[in-house]
């Protein structure tokens, strides 16, 4: 079998990109690893997210090029009472579901209803939910409703971006939660009495509604026709769809005909593919290839290559809360968490990684935010200090076996941990190594242990891990703390993997997120920012730099610092 794997990567280097005659519309964009699934309420992955921007819509969406408010689904921005609780909006005339039956206020209730319901499998977005209180559909006029908060809050119209909406008729034939409110479904107790959501939750939390297209509906302009699993997602321009009346609007255009999300995670392959035109867009290239390319002339002549600012961060976290057991109480001393940090290698990571093109990040927010505290001093590397830390944290190779040890709940613990990482980044996989090169340093042993997404995801959220890489995704509204970090989040196997959280803490990210005066909430934001920052729950990486690169038979391309960085929809084939 390998024999031919490698005569087909001998014809392609003999092939040039020159092979590519065919200049049909259908758009090839590399992809490192596939959505968690794409479930129309239960995924958490980027990708994922990227993807819905494609083939379903919400009530509003940003404007790239602004970072504003757009209206989407609906006529306008909505009219907000007096006490900033009540948000009324109607929606457009004339668009519709794929069957042709109209989208109404019914489906942003019913969105509603299916996310907040407790049966519904979305436990690391259900904080997100939480302040809504009611949907209230207009008696006279099923276009219009309003949506009722139980407190004011920041983002209580940009939520709207984050989450489609979802089609009743297709997900609830039934109407099984028109028959309730938001509250019973959110009631536990009251549950437990009612068969008809539990049968109806089983069935939404099927997992067909995940990964087989014929169980996914959207609103957006191109549908999922194909998932061959570990190779493409396949995306189709739907016909005779109504968004073709609004083209004035980013969200609405489906200038390709297909795109194919094409998964590839071996970075020699890839560029490989690129140079052979047989990928047209990339922004998942790592740093070294992407550097290589833009050296190559001839490869220039046939793609664009641009770097551009994002709103992500990469971080390390560490498990405050273990259960001790499975895995030990490293790193419930705040002073084992900064030598943590101290013993991790910016400028040589960087360097080796990113080809020093990202910059540092010093706490939770990324550094192109405006509330970012610029008054944090970034923590460098110095593995002396940080061994002088554990020694007061009395941490000592007791055994002289070259690995630190310290007696814990009466049980001698050996300091020892797994890096966890998503398998197929040869970046993540690098910098792990270069992390368990730098504590062996200090004598503390760290395994390497790369995990699919689902693994990888399962694990963190079960706070069964010593320590893991990721990267958060961000947007230019203001941030909301709740997800990452409200103690909530740890309790209910949400996206708090690190157990941070006082009820202190809490209070603050509470009133960060009911302040609605811009210079105060910034004020309070610094402060949570100073919090996290002194009891270390990550060791804070970089913000990275996007790498572009789009084959130039495709025009109209523009690049935002707003994931996903180039809204593929938009790219138009040269004529």
Not at 195 to 216: A, C, G, H, R, V
């Amino acid at each position: 079998m390998k024999s031919h794997i490698y005569l087909f990567a001998i014809l392609i280097s003999l092939c040039g990109i020159s092979c590519k005659k065919t200049q049909n519309n259908t758009l090839v964009v590399h992809l490192l690893s596939e959505p968690d699934d794409m479930h129309p309420t239960n995924g958490a992955s980027a990708v994922r997210a990227e993807i819905n921007l494609y083939t379903n819509l919400s009530l509003l969406r940003v404007n790239y090029k602004t970072g504003e408010l757009l209206p989407c689904l609906v006529k306008a921005l909505p009219v907000v009472s007096s006490d900033a609780l009540s948000y009324s909006y109607e929606i457009k005339d004339n668009i519709t579901w794929d069957d042709q039956s109209p989208i109404t206020a019914n489906d942003v209730a019913f969105t509603t209803k299916a996310s907040k319901c407790l049966y519904t499998n979305n436990p690391g977005l259900k904080p997100y939910w939480d302040n809504i209180k009611d949907v209230v559909v207009d008696p006279a006029n099923n276009k219009k409703f309003t949506v009722v908060m139980k407190r004011p809050y920041i983002l209580n119209t940009w939520f709207w971006t984050d989450f489609p909406i979802i089609q009743e008729g297709f997900y609830d034939k039934q109407q099984t939660l028109a028959k309730y409110s938001c509250a019973q479904l959110s009631d536990s107790i009251f549950l437990k009495l009612k068969n008809d959501i539990k049968q109806w939750s089983d069935e939404f939390n099927n997992p067909k509604y995940s990964t087989n297209p014929l169980f996914m509906s959207g609103a957006g302009p191109y549908k999922i026709t194909k998932w061959d699993k570990g190779v493409s997602i396949t995306l189709e321009k739907k016909q005779n769809h109504w968004s073709a009346n609004c083209q004035e609007n980013w969200y609405c255009q489906a200038n390709p005909d297909k795109i194919i999300f094409k998964l590839n995670n071996n970075n020699a392959s890839a560029m490989l593919e690129l140079k052979n035109g047989l990928i047209d867009v990339s922004t998942m290239i790592d740093y070294a290839s992407f550097t290589e390319l833009n050296k190559d002339e001839v490869f220039k002549k046939h793609y664009t290559l641009q770097l551009g600012d994002t709103y992500n961060y990469t971080y390390v976290a560490m498990n405050m809360k273990p259960d001790g057991k499975t895995h030990k109480k490293l790193f419930t001393d705040v002073a084992v968490r900064k030598a943590m940090a101290m013993l991790t290698p910016y400028e040589q990571i960087n360097k080796t990684l990113y080809e020093n093109h990202n910059k540092r990040v010093i706490g939770p927010i990324n550094p192109n935010k405006i509330d970012f505290n610029t008054d944090l001093i970034a923590v460098q590397y110095n593995v002396e200090k940080a061994k002088e830390l554990l020694k007061q944290a009395g941490w000592a190779d007791t055994d002289n076996d070259q690995v630190l040890d310290k007696m814990i709940d009466g049980e001698k613990v050996k300091f020892e941990l797994n890096i966890i990482f998503i398998s197929g980044s040869k970046v993540w996989e690098d910098l792990a190594k270069q992390l368990a090169e730098s504590m062996a340093k200090a004598n503390i042993y760290a395994m390497l242990n790369p995990l699919d997404y689902n693994g990888f995801f399962g694990a963190v959220t079960s706070h069964q891990f010593d320590m893991s890489i990721g990267a958060w995704q961000s947007s230019a509204p203001p941030e909301d703390f709740s997800q990452l970090w409200h103690s909530a989040s740890w309790a209910n196997n949400g996206l708090n993997f690190t157990g941070f959280g006082t009820s202190q803490s809490d209070a603050l990210i509470d009133s960060i997120n009911t302040c609605m005066n811009e210079p105060k909430r910034i004020a309070l934001s610094k402060r949570f920012q100073k919090m996290v920052y002194d009891e270390q729950p990550y060791i804070f990486m970089f913000t990275q730099t996007r790498r572009v690169i789009v084959n130039k038979r495709w025009d109209n391309l523009e690049v935002y610092t707003e994931y996903p960085g180039v809204l593929l929809n938009t790219l138009k084939l040269k004529e």
